[in-house]
């Protein structure tokens, strides 16, 4: 059965740093591109990043390029999120996904999808 | 930046059809996606490369592509189906993932 478990959500002053970590189980984590999607209170869907099954390629929003960071250790089955110069805008439900049907770079299927994690980016 | 729209809202009465649309302009070159979202919960994929149904995903849920334009039909719907429902595609270079804003189906 596959898992995803995001973790390191919490409460972060404006201009701080927040790591989040999800655990993969359940499926041969090396073989696929992950992603991170975000939700802000009461709002939509927002994809954020995606990192390719070798961690080779990575992708961002134009929202988060240049202040997030999207990283993987397929020893530890983990996808991890940097999460730097924080705004009150980043506040949101932070869900890691695996990307099941690939199509080309980012594009694909969310097949399967964490519980989230919350972060609050306020003062 | 490439976005994808959708009707904020659709009521339809048990039993009936829904249909929700998703346009786009990269969506001719793009597979869109389909999920389902409850309150409280993460979103469950419920129809794939446009059309495709995943397993466990009941016969009520289907897909279509029509150029821009992509659309979630749900046939009898039931009182369960109430939920947000959101379209996933790309860009035509495939490195920018995006959501429509998502629609509120309501069953009266």
């Known amino acids: 059965e596959v898992q995803l478990v995001e973790s390191g959500g919490g409460l972060v002053q404006p201009g701080g740093s927040l790591r989040l970590s999800c655990a993969a189980s359940?499926?041969?984590?090396?073989?696929?591109?992950m992603s991170w999607v975000r939700q802000a209170p009461g709002k939509g869907l927002e994809w954020v990043s995606a990192?390719?099954?070798?961690?080779?390629?990575?992708y961002y929003a134009d929202s988060v390029k240049g202040r997030f960071t999207i990283s993987r250790d397929s020893s530890k089955n983990k996808l991890y999120l940097q999460m730097n110069s924080l705004r009150a805008e980043d506040t949101a439900v932070y869900y890691c996904?695996?990307?099941?049907?690939?199509?080309?770079?980012?594009?694909?299927?969310?097949?399967?999808w964490g519980q989230g994690t919350l972060v609050t980016v306020s003062s | 930046s490439y976005e994808l729209t959708q009707p904020p809202s659709v009521s339809v009465s048990p039993g009936q059809t829904a249909r929700i649309t998703c346009s786009g302009d990269?969506?001719?070159?793009?597979?869109a996606y389909w999920y389902q979202q409850k309150p409280g919960q993460a979103p469950v994929l419920v129809i794939y490369?446009?059309?495709e149904r995943p397993s466990g995903i009941p016969e009520r849920f289907s897909g279509s592509s029509s150029g821009t334009t992509v659309t979630l039909t749900i046939s009898g719907v039931q009182a369960e189906d109430e939920a947000d429902y959101y379209c996933?595609?790309?860009?035509?270079?495939?490195?920018?993932?995006?959501f429509g804003g998502g629609t509120k189906l309501t069953v009266l």
């Open positions: 996904a695996k990307v099941g049907l690939l199509v080309i770079a980012a594009a694909g299927s969310l097949d399967y």
């Open positions: 990269a969506l001719p070159k793009q597979y």
């Open positions: 990192i390719s099954g070798s961690g080779g390629s990575t």
């Open positions: 490369k446009d059309s």
């Open positions: 996933q595609s790309a860009d035509s270079s495939g490195t920018h993932v995006v």
């Open positions: 359940g499926f041969t984590f090396s073989t696929y591109t």
